[in-house]
């Protein structure tokens, strides 16, 4: 239940657990959050058991009912089966398995994995006679590769069974998988989270392998049957850092940690002359020179930490970067060759968009770096380089830290090529380094001024609509601000570059329309200061009430707004770093005044490991 807790966040349309038994499984499966699961569990225990298997949901094919809850059980009642990921060609291996006389009861494509598990395992009773036997070589385990091998699509798929008690086989492609390794006791986890209270010794899996484990043994092969290999690593945190903390909330907590995580992800990777030292990015100087293109690949808030990413890197590397959602990037034909670098953003690291368009990054021969958060994840596993955040785990579903530690990684590597490149001075590059270093603690001060903004959207929970403007980085921030709105909040929010307002959305100004603006600092030479007062002019004088994120000091942007909220002075380029952070108070503030799950919104889901 702990473990399943804990990767609650990846998916809470039901969960459920199997357990096996000397009489066959027992389970106990619930739609809704976990604790409809522990409720059930606990007016209805399970037998005590060495062995089993748990899940929660997140609904791809069949609604979120008790029926279509995981695990799905068959073959008499001793076969249990889990699974994430979508299986494609779940519709013919369906029709197939019917005509034999198999029946549904679900309508997931999981339930049809299972029943051909079942089918295969079964079958291989026949012939090789009753089972017993563990680890490699097990039925289980020979059962569960011909099954993989038949399956196509994403999948991680853990069964157990009444025939073979002790063991647990998963298989995984594209989806992941990582096992745990403890003292006379092993886990399977999507993530180490699963098992953190236990061991931080893990193993990645492979693509396409299968894995056995019991108390005792862990064996890998591929689809098969061939061994294989997975690597071993320590998870650098542990359970502490998975907890609360005090919070009421993993997002406000997460909040909070912002400071610290752009101050980890700043750690180590520069000496004191400001000459920056990136050891993990093993690509060859040589090749990095040549590069004449990058594309960054992310989906979501990752995508806007591309997007604020991109000014700085065409700024100071003068490489045309482009950013693109990792879902359309694919499908249209790209232009991408040797000389394009491919910069991936994904906090979990197993985005299946992202992960896909990678994939095909890597095919026309670009060279991939990943910023990733999770360690040992598929994306940076399956890159050239990686880059990591080191945020430190980031339970809550709408992402806060994270995007802060992408923006100042992202901000790393665009400096680590303006370097090589010879695009900076050195002394440059130094001033930038020290301006990152004062940031941690400029967002602590913002924290520390939340009151204000938390009053104010609490004040707001009735609003129906609320828009957001920014300016060039300002801009990528402002679609944040709107979504984190959304999804925490459930309330239509857009974010628009302001100078494109007059070119339609304007329209959408009424009396009373809240418009938040993130206005750049007033300071320098090209400042766009002056064009964003006239945009808020604009919007209020058809009826708009603004707020408006400005820098302290900025006097001149009172007139023109209902509240001010003021974030210390940094240079334009690092001001993303802190603008979001009130925004994402915002959003948590009004969605908790509406009573709603900050760390678990509706519909979504941490991982999204479909396309
Ligand atoms: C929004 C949010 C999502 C993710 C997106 C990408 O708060 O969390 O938009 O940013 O699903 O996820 P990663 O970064 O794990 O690839």
């Not at 066959?24 to 976990?34: E, P, Q, R």
């Not at 380089?385 to 809550?396: D, F, K, N, R, S």
């Not at 129906?464 to 403007?469: A, I, M, P, W």
């Not at 921030?477 to 959305?505: N, Q, R, S, T």
Request: charged share 20%.
């Amino acid at each position: 239940m702990e473990g399943l807790r804990r990767l609650e966040y990846r998916g809470y349309d039901s969960a459920g657990v199997a357990v096996v038994t000397a009489d066959g499984i027992s389970m106990a499966k619930k739609s809704g959050k976990l604790a409809n699961l522990i409720a059930e569990l606990a007016a209805n225990p399970l037998p005590a058991s060495m062995t089993g298997i748990g899940h929660t949901r997140w609904a791809t094919h069949g609604g979120p009912t008790d029926k279509n809850a995981h695990p799905h059980v068959v073959d008499d009642g001793k076969l249990a089966v889990i699974h994430n990921g979508i299986i494609e060609n779940y519709a013919p291996l369906k029709a197939d398995l019917l005509k034999q006389g198999y029946t549904f009861v679900s309508e997931t494509d999981t339930e049809v994995a299972a029943v051909l598990l079942g089918d295969i395992y079964r079958s291989l009773t026949e012939v090789e006679g009753a089972a017993g036997s563990e680890g490699t070589g097990a039925l289980l385990t020979e059962a569960m590769q011909l099954a993989a091998q038949r399956l196509e699509g994403a999948f991680t798929l853990l069964a157990t069974h009444a025939g073979q008690p002790g063991i647990v086989v998963a298989a995984r492609r594209n989806s992941p998988l990582v096992v745990g390794l403890g003292d006379g006791e092993n886990f399977l986890g999507s993530d180490v989270s699963g098992f953190i209270d236990y061991t931080r010794r893990a193993v990645e899996l492979g693509q396409d392998q299968v894995v056995t484990i019991s108390a005792n043994s862990v064996e890998i092969t591929d689809f098969y049957g061939a061994p294989a290999q997975g690597k071993e690593y320590l998870v650098d945190w542990d359970a502490a850092a998975a907890e609360k903390g005090g919070y009421p909330s993993f997002m406000e907590k997460e909040i909070n940690d912002q400071p610290e995580a752009v101050a980890q992800t700043l750690l180590g990777r520069s000496d004191i002359d400001g000459k920056l030292i990136l050891d993990e990015l093993r690509i060859d100087a040589e090749v990095l020179k040549t590069i004449n293109k990058i594309i960054v690949l992310a989906c979501g808030t990752s995508a806007y930490a591309g997007q604020v990413a991109k000014y700085a890197i065409e700024h100071w590397c003068r490489i045309p970067t482009e950013v693109e959602l990792s879902h359309e990037f694919r499908y249209r034909d790209p232009i991408v060759d040797e000389k394009t670098l491919i910069v991936s953003i994904s906090q979990s690291g197993e985005t299946m968009d992202t992960l896909m368009a990678v994939r095909y990054a890597k095919e026309q021969g670009a060279k991939t770096v990943s910023i990733c958060n999770t360690n040992g994840s598929t994306i940076p596993r399956e890159s050239d380089a990686v880059l990591y955040t080191h945020a430190g785990p980031e339970i809550a579903v709408a992402s806060t830290k994270a995007f802060l530690a992408q923006i100042t990684a992202a901000y790393l590597l665009g400096l680590y090529l303006a370097q090589l490149r010879g695009n900076l001075f050195q002394g440059q590059i130094k001033d930038i380094l020290a301006d990152l270093a004062k940031v941690p603690a400029k967002i602590a001060k913002v924290l520390d001024n939340a009151e204000q903004i938390k009053e104010l959207a609490t004040s707001m929970a009735d609003t129906r609509t609320v828009l957001f403007l920014g300016r060039h980085v300002g801009y990528p921030v402002a679609m944040e601000g709107a979504l984190k709105l959304k999804e925490l909040a459930y309330i239509h929010a857009e974010g628009f570059a302001a100078g494109e307002l007059k070119h339609g959305p304007i329209a959408l100004i009424e009396e009373g329309q809240p418009v938040i603006v993130v206005v750049p600092s007033p300071r320098g030479r090209d400042s766009l200061h002056s064009k964003v007062v006239s945009n808020i002019q604009e919007v209020r004088a058809r009826g708009a009430k603004t707020i408006v994120i400005a820098e302290e000091g900025d006097e001149s942007v009172r007139e023109h707004a209902e509240h001010v909220f003021y974030i210390p002075e940094t240079t334009p380029l690092l001001a993303p770093l802190l603008t979001t952070v009130p925004l994402q108070i915002f959003a948590l503030a009004l969605a908790t005044a509406k009573g709603y799950d900050v760390d678990q919104p509706r519909n979504l889901a941490k991982s999204v490991t479909v396309e």
